[in-house]
């Protein structure tokens, strides 16, 4: 069975647990303030749910989110990462993670900043487009008409192979997007950020995603 480790047990990260669990993953989850925080929460998600450090989660996940503000991913600990698929759920919000040079001027991206961070990691960005909730509420069978899609983009095609599987299980279709600088297209304020589109939908807006040096 598949194990999801979850850094950051906030919208994202909490929401994430819920639909791999309802899924039959296992999930263990993390956060800053350590496991025993997080008591509530995984007794809420039952038997399948465990909380950790942060070096745990990792550890433990043959995927694992990070799902935390950008501006605390310089405090993850690369060594348990290493060789781990990483799924990038972040956005760069100045007001909140202060300003970074190098998504002002755009030449890099948020995900490509985690991967630098992590750097025996094989990230993968998902899910950053979403509302949280709306991660358990507009998830839909596969082959249902009009299915929301969410895109992934990444440098390792099996691992993004690996997230879409993920994807798809709990409820969505997946748009591959290319390698990890194509991350843009779907950043905050782009066409397709937080829309709720099918596969054609998504594709359109990512097409029509503008840099915002451009805008
Ligand atoms: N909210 C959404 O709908 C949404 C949608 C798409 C993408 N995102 C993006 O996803 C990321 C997370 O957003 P969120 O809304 O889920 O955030 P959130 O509700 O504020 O939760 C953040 C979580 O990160 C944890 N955290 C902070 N620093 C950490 C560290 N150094 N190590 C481990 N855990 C740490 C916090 O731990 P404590 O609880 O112990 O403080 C908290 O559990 C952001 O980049 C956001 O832009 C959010």
Not at 4 to 32: E, F, L, M, P, Q
Not at 39 to 61: C, F, H, I, N
Not at 121 to 130: L, S
Not at 136 to 163: F, M, N, Y
Request: charge should be negative; charged fraction near 25%; proline fraction near 5%.
């Amino acid at each position: 069975m598949t194990t999801i480790g979850i850094i950051g047990s906030g919208n994202i990260g909490s929401t994430v647990a819920r639909a791999a669990i309802a899924h039959d993953y296992d999930v263990v989850i993390a956060n800053s303030r350590g496991p025993q925080s997080l008591q509530d929460l995984v007794g809420e998600l039952g038997p399948k749910a465990a909380a950790g450090t942060v070096e745990e989660a990792a550890r433990a996940g043959d995927l694992v989110l990070v799902a935390i503000p950008l501006k605390a991913i310089g405090a993850l600990p690369p060594e348990p990462f290493d060789g781990k698929i990483v799924i990038d759920a972040n956005n760069y919000y100045p007001q909140r993670d202060g300003q970074i040079a190098e998504l002002d001027d755009e030449s890099t991206t948020t995900s490509e900043l985690l991967q630098r961070q992590l750097p025996g990691a094989k990230v993968v960005k998902a899910f950053n487009h979403i509302m949280a909730p709306e991660i358990l509420s507009t998830a839909t069978d596969p082959g249902t008409s009009g299915r929301r899609a969410l895109i992934v983009a990444g440098d390792d095609q099996a691992a993004k192979d690996e997230v879409a599987a993920f994807i798809d299980t709990i409820g969505f279709d997946v748009l591959d997007i290319g390698e990890l600088a194509e991350g843009w297209r779907i950043q905050r304020d782009t066409p397709g950020y937080v829309g709720r589109l099918d596969s054609a939908g998504l594709r359109q807006s990512v097409e029509a995603a503008k840099r915002y040096r451009d805008m």
